[in-house]
């Protein structure tokens, strides 16, 4: 359990600069919020779910495992927001995020171990199958809400998640081509949580946050290790550098 403990912390050091700059950007951001508003158990769990949301998509920027843990307790918080807001589809987005995503990275011990040097790319057949996949979810989930809720925006809350169950997937799968359906996931859940909030279903910490995870994703494809080859080998070094110590310590 040490030991474990000791990896999980390793996991949030050694990201790039721009990363723990947007991090204390969007924190920032989400206390100005919090305090301008009246504080709520709601208001409060959404301020920790987008705390740990950006951690956690920071830390897949990052190529970092740590996003598991991250990813499931910031999933918890915006399951809360989703009900009061009546954004069905977003419940079931970050459940999705949880069983696609979340526990797997948890129980996969090879996601876990140095995943900068598994990330892979997309061929022809796999870009058809991630865009036919995302229509086909769109097209289900957008009927099946509007049928069976009363969300008030089933289209605009299908197509956000839509893209972002199926980035979810890609992500986990180690394809970089991931951050396209990252980047239109962001600009969904702005438009989502942008009407969401002027019809007075949600609170404006939900948008900034889907705001930070864009800029997140443009950072991605500069410096993340998911494209930058120069930072990929870094990382790589200080895994594989950290597993030895680690291995020396065990014995």
Known sequence: MK???QFLSHQLKGWPQQNYDLFFFSLGCQVMTLVGQNITLLTVLTFIGTTLGVLCVLAINA???VNGWLGVLSAICFIATGFAAKNYLSIFEQIA???TLDIPVLLSASWNVNMASKIRKFTGKSWAIALGATVAV???SGWGIGT???DPRPWVDAISFAISLTAGIICFLRFNNQYVWWM???LAQMVLWFISFRQ???TLAMFINSSVYLINDVLAFTIS???NQKERARVIKQETAYAASLAERTN
């Open 63 to 65: 190529a970092k495992s």
């Open 148 to 150: 069976f809720t009363d």
């Open 97 to 99: 995020y949880v069983v």
């Open 225 to 227: 290790p998911w494209y």
């Open 3 to 5: 030991h474990y403990v």
């Open 200 to 202: 007075g279903s949600a």
């Open 138 to 140: 769109y097209l289900v």
């Open 184 to 186: 239109a996931s962001g």
